[in-house]
């Protein structure tokens, strides 16, 4: 017996998109002075990390940034060599990997550090290090009444040869919210750390900015810059003008079945919606397993036969229900869920408004077992 594919939806990748939101983006930066670093963190932000980071090397990136050791060392064995900075350590991770693999690494603390430069020197390697200051965020990062300490410790195992401080880095907390006070609050304190550095002997670059100080602080490029959500085409600041970005993620269906009903009848669990009329319910084999938020009931619409179209009743678990009225709709029809959001589509922003989170978190996890992701390009 041959195996069934389970799919009943796709991820279109369009890595088309993704070029030119990362060249517009190094672009700006490059005005500035500035290289780019693009964030590929948690599976590329669910459009796949490799895809992503070749796309973005391709388009003008100089670097790729992860959290996990593990991430970075998946796109080494992707044959991905640029350079690839990993931040977030968990105990237990396997610097020794980090380093034999050419990966830089955040420090954060002194314990991070000496464990860093104990992999380096096992290794007889120099691992390069990026040392986090927090100037506000309280995450990870050093607080900055160790970091002279850190930054002394750093300076005195650079001098062994075992490590290179390559650069002093740190996080915005509110850079989506130009204008925030805590803006220039932390930059003022990240500028403190870098001359604190500087002082004690150390020629680090700084990076601080993600993608909405990236379009918003040119100020703030310093030497490198982090945009992530940017070059998935998500505009983390859409108030502050037309970015020009394009959203790369499709997410999309098809027409499994049709049907007429008429008026009285109602639809999915619960019958939270009868029609009033008769008309035509085109079926779509996906639900909340598969990535489409059963708190969308009621408000939410597909593309669907050259138009939006709303989602009748309950999402269920693998499927839900599309008013057609009366027009021809056939089995096979695509049903767009979001995307580029072109000729007034649904989007990944819209569904984040409505569900009160933001486009990050629908975007992230969208990859489920039902669903395949596919990159496509017209370019070559
Ligand atoms: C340390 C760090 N830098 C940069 C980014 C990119 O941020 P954004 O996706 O808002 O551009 C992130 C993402 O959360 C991050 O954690």
Redesign the pocket.
């Known amino acids: 017996m041959t195996e069934q594919p389970a799919h009943r939806a796709d991820l279109r990748i369009d890595v088309d998109a993704l070029r030119h939101n990362v060249a517009l983006l190094a672009e700006r930066a490059q005005r500035s002075g500035a290289r780019t670093m693009v ?1 590929v ?1 948690s599976d590329g ?1 669910g459009h796949g990390a490799e895809v992503v980071a070749r796309a973005a090397l391709d388009a003008g990136a100089s670097a790729l ?1 992860v ?1 996990a050791i593990g991430e970075a060392l998946r796109l080494r064995a992707a044959g991905i060599t640029a350079p690839l900075l990993c ?1 977030l350590h968990v105990p237990g991770d396997d610097f020794d990997a980090a380093v034999a693999a050419d990966v830089e690494l955040a420090a954060s603390s002194a314990a991070e550090l000496d464990a860093i430069a104990t992999a380096a020197h096992a290794r007889s390697r120099v691992a390069k290090v990026h040392l986090k200051i927090d100037t506000g965020l309280s995450r990870n990062g050093c607080p900055p009444e160790l970091w002279p300490a850190l930054v002394e410790r750093a300076a005195k195992a650079q001098a062994s040869g075992v490590l290179e401080v390559a650069a002093v880095w740190s ?1 915005l907390a509110c ?2 919210e130009p204008g925030h006070p805590s803006i220039d609050a932390q930059a003022a304190r990240f500028q403190d750390a870098y001359e604190q550095a500087r002082a004690a002997g150390l020629t680090p670059i700084r990076h601080l900015a ?3 100080a ?1 379009l918003t602080r040119p100020d703030l490029h310093f030497e490198l810059v ?5 070059a998935y085409g998500l505009d ?1 600041v859409p108030h502050a003008g037309d970015h020009g970005l394009v959203p790369a993620m499709t997410f999309r269906s098809e027409v499994v079945l049709t049907k007429r009903v008429g008026p009285g009848e109602s639809v999915s669990y619960g019958h939270l919606w009868t029609a009033d009329r008769e008309c035509t319910l085109a079926l779509v084999p996906v639900g909340y397993a598969d990535g489409v938020p059963r708190n969308l009931s009621g408000r939410m619409d597909v593309w669907l036969a050259g138009r939006r179209r709303p989602v009748v009743g309950r999402v269920c678990m693998d499927q839900l229900v599309v008013c057609c009225d009366d027009d021809p709709v056939a089995v096979g029809d695509e049903v767009v869920l979001f995307g580029p959001g072109e000729q007034g589509a649904p989007t990944a922003a819209e569904w984040a408004d409505k569900l009160g989170t933001i486009h ?1 978190e629908i975007v992230t996890g969208m990859f489920r077992p039902r669903v395949t992701r596919t990159p496509t390009e017209v370019a070559t």
């Open positions: 964030v963190k932000y940034g959290a931040w996080h850079a989506d993600n993608s909405a990236l982090r945009p992530g959500i940017a983390p990050y």
